[in-house]
T-cell receptor, first 112, second 116 residues
């Protein structure tokens, strides 16, 4: 059972480039979310999804887009990368409200 | 709105001594509360969670936490620290919100150092 997987593990971008961070889960979880982790700030919610075809903004959505065409996948798109988006990105999934969220191993992104 | 305050950014203990990591929360509703641990360059692992059942929650690796509504606290403890406990610990509060979903609010983390 793979759980939550994220690719790539590490990425370097130049300012203005676009890219997609991949997230997949094989637990048939309805809820999926993206967080970014910055030193001294814990994790902050970027976007979340309560099911296929439904997404909404979290705390820090600017500069990011998401879509949820299937239950399994929840990609995060950076349209035009900025140095402020240098961070570690975590994808998480859960069965439902108040349930334990399972986190992927993270993607380290460096924007030059 | 919910919030979480981890009262110590760094805690240092000797191996074999007790661990106390402090967390206070605020929430408009009956929250679910979690402690996650993150080892260096690793993802987050659930230690334990409180979801309105028993107020004393036991987790993995000998950790436990007590939910005290009157004090709005959810402190994490362990009777005897081990070197492998050195990591960053996050207190997390979860509320359901309009439209469904599961919004987690993270504390800023407590770095636990365990010395010989």
């Amino acid at each position: 059972n793979a759980g939550v997987t994220q690719t790539p593990k590490f990425q370097v971008l130049k300012t203005g480039q676009s890219m997609t961070l991949q997230c997949a889960q094989d637990m048939n979880h309805e809820y999926m979310s993206w967080y970014r982790q910055d030193p001294g700030m814990g994790l902050r919610l970027i976007h979340y999804s309560v099911g296929a075809g439904i997404t909404d903004q979290g705390e820090v959505p600017n500069g990011y887009n998401v879509s949820r065409s299937t239950t399994e996948d929840f990609p995060l798109r950076l349209l035009s990368a900025a140095p402020s988006q240098t961070s570690v990105y975590f994808c998480a999934s859960s069965m439902g409200e108040r349930e334990t969220q399972y986190f992927g191993p993270g993607t380290r992104l460096l924007v030059l | 709105a919910q919030s979480v305050t981890q009262l110590d950014s760094h805690v240092s203990v000797s191996e074999g001594t007790p661990v106390l990591l402090r967390c206070n929360y605020s929430s408009s509703y009956s929250p679910s509360l979690f402690w996650y641990v993150q080892h260096p360059n690793k993802g987050l692992q659930l230690l334990l969670k409180y979801t309105s059942a028993a107020t004393l929650v036991k987790g993995i690796n000998g950790f436990e936490a007590e939910f005290k509504k009157s004090e709005t606290s959810f402190h994490l403890t362990k009777p005897s620290a081990h070197m492998s406990d050195a990591a960053e610990y996050f207190c997390v509060v979860s509320e359901g919100f309009t439209g469904g979903g599961n919004k987690l609010t993270f504390g800023t983390g407590t770095q636990l150092k365990v010395e010989l």
